[in-house]
């Protein structure tokens, strides 16, 4: 694995948790009873943005160091995801 490779890698992982942490305990304007003029009700009634970002970067790197474990030690090869045997393998089938 590439240094480019494991950054995107890190990248994707980090944006799919963080699209995922981003509404756990959200408390919503509407919940709070003050709903600021100009803002839909659903907006957050805090700003949480830092801390969820924070909770992402923890949890993005411990599942980013499994996925890059998994590759790199050669457990799941690409040849192991080839389910319409389009690729040509080494091995004997």
Do not use: H, N
């Amino acid at each position: 694995m590439t240094i480019t490779a494991a950054l995107v890698l890190y990248s994707v992982t980090w944006f799919m948790v963080f699209f995922i942490v981003l509404p756990l305990r959200l408390t919503a304007q509407s919940d709070t009873g003050t709903v600021v003029r100009g803002t839909p009700r659903g907006a957050p009634a805090e700003e949480i943005v830092g801390r969820k970002a924070k909770l992402t970067t923890l949890i993005a790197t411990v599942i980013w160091m499994a996925i890059c474990g998994i590759i790199l030690s050669g457990w799941i090869t690409i040849e192991d995801l080839d389910w319409f045997d389009r690729m040509e393998s080494d091995r004997a089938s």
